[in-house]
């Protein structure tokens, strides 16, 4: 996965700076400042790196970063952990780096992140760390960051030990193990005896879903930031890219914008729920803009909340802070809305239940709803539906008692187009048809100039159109006939899966 090329032949150059950078260091009378010390061990590091030695590299931006806390060494301890093929150690130490400088890394430090991150093949999850400012922390020995830190660890789902360095001494926990698709909170502190005190707790978990897609990234990246900041101070968290990325690897790439796909995707990470954020209008504060932002529960499988957030001349930043403000007021009432069960019995099994209309699952039926009344339908093909309101009591379950009877109804089939489109070409040329038909009956036997001749004369040429008033009838009528039939002819049954 590593995007440096080994090159054995800078082996003597790595060496070379390494050995200047100490050499100097002894020699000189005044001590460099532990910048300028740091940028060096830095290019030492790098140097390494792109010999071949990954660990002396990592040991070398570690010692830049313990002496002068410098960002790009985060970005070095990530190069040195991609070549050794630590995929999510370096996937977090370069998440932490760009939270780190702001997003003002240069594009090709950009695209080395982006394509590790890409090519990212294991479940990744988010543990946020609350410890004394300015510790250094350190997981399963490795320094990963120093307090507060800019944003979530990024860690494989296992079992790792977690330490911090302070001025007192060195604190350790004990072995904690993380979820696979969970989000952590975890906060340490100094206990005694050099053993970290240890609590962690699993957030709650949203998948987040930004449309349109054309959305611009900086606006997109503003708008996940202004979400998360909302979910944290509601002890809460989203899923992460990374995690997400992985779970899309095996779906179609429009999975996000497809109908029940996110909810599929946060039951696999475990989220709790799915947050919808539509942009509408410019974000740049030179037009009326807005968001729709909704709350779809997965237990439920219910909408839990929804509101718009609207301004017309504010800021991007006001407009931002707006969204979090709702977004922190609806995961707290969906997180409130009382809940009960609904549970359905009944034959034929299999049969498809839909609550408010959306599909919910099958009979036989059990899944947690929200208090309140319902329109819960079951239905299969080849079945009368059944249609029922049902009020769901908090804490209680709504029992039904379903038997479908077997009859001509098939609420999912349609009538084929080709049906309705000949039925109905077929009925208006039956309708004209009929109508000529008559006409040649009505004037079959009259004078053909249309003028009655004196008494006792006969017309010259008459009409005798019986035969072909006849067929014109006689074609419309079974035209007319044919087409209504084919319009009301019902669908096919469909099969059951």
Same mark, same amino acid.
Not at 152 to 157: D, G, T, Y
Not at 191 to 215: D, E, H, I, N, R
Not at 220 to 225: E, F, G, L, P, V
Not at 401 to 410: D, E, M, R, W, Y
């Given at each position: ?251 179609? *790439? !429009? ?11 946060? !039951? ?69 809305? *009382? ?8 034959? *034929? ?149």
């Amino acid at each position: 996965m590593s995007v440096l090329k080994v090159q054995p032949a800078r082996s003597l150059g790595w060496m070379a700076a390494t050995f200047v950078f100490f050499i100097l260091g002894a020699a000189s009378g005044a001590k460099p400042a532990p910048a300028v010390q740091g940028r060096d061990a830095i290019d030492a590091g790098m140097a390494a790196i792109q010999a071949g030695d990954a660990e002396q590299g990592a040991r070398l931006c570690e010692k830049a970063y313990r002496s002068a806390a410098l960002t790009d060494a985060l970005f070095c301890l990530g190069l040195a952990a991609q070549a050794d093929g630590k995929a999510v150690l370096a996937a977090d130490l370069f998440r932490r780096y760009l939270d780190s400088v702001g997003g003002q890394a240069d594009e090709v430090t950009k695209r080395t992140i982006s394509q590790h991150i890409a090519k990212l093949s294991v479940a990744a999850n988010e543990v946020r760390l609350t410890a004394p400012d300015g510790a250094f922390v350190l997981v399963d020995k490795v320094l990963v960051g120093r307090t507060p830190l800019p944003g979530p660890l990024l860690l494989q789902a296992g079992s790792h030990r977690f330490a911090i360095e302070l001025p007192s001494g060195g604190f350790e926990s004990d072995a904690l193990t993380i979820a696979e698709g969970r989000a952590a909170q975890l906060n340490l502190a100094p206990g005694t005896k050099g053993v970290a005190v240890a609590v962690m707790s699993l957030a709650p978990a949203s998948v987040l879903v930004l449309s349109p897609a054309s959305l611009a990234k900086p606006w997109a990246d503003q708008i996940r930031h202004a979400v998360t900041d909302a979910l944290i101070k509601e002890q809460a968290a989203l899923v992460s890219e990374e995690r997400l990325s992985v779970l899309l690897q095996a779906r179609p *790439p !429009e999975c996000l914008s497809q109908p029940g796909c996110p909810e599929v995707l946060a !039951e696999q990470s475990g989220a709790r729920s799915v947050l919808r954020v539509s942009a509408q209008g410019a974000l740049d504060g030179t037009s009326s803009s807005s968001f729709q932002v909704s709350v779809h529960d997965v237990a439920t499988g219910q909408q839990a909340a929804s509101t718009e957030v609207r301004c017309d001349t504010c800021s991007a930043e006001s407009l931002l802070q707006k969204l979090g403000e709702s977004v922190q007021r609806l995961i707290v009432e969906a997180n409130n809305r *009382p809940r009960g069960m609904i549970t359905a019995i009944g034959t *034929p099994a299999g049969a498809r239940v839909r609550i408010d209309g959306q599909a919910a699952g099958t009979l036989p039926f059990e899944r947690m709803s929200f208090a309140g009344e319902h329109v819960v339908t079951v239905e299969k093909d080849g079945y009368e539906p059944h249609v029922r309101n049902v009020l769901v009591v908090f804490g209680q379950t709504a029992t039904l008692n379903v038997n479908l009877q077997q009859g001509t109804s098939s609420p999912s089939g349609r009538r084929p187009r080709w049906h309705i489109a000949v039925g109905s070409v077929a009925l208006a040329l039956g309708v004209v048809s009929t109508g000529f038909g008559i006409s040649a009956l009505t004037v079959n036997g009259a004078c053909e100039n249309g003028f009655m001749p004196p008494d006792g004369q006969q017309c010259t040429r008459i009409y005798n159109s019986t035969a072909l008033g006849g067929g014109l009838l006689g074609a419309g009528l079974a035209l007319s006939v044919g087409g209504v039939l084919l319009i009301a002819w019902p669908p096919p049954a469909q099969s059951s899966h």
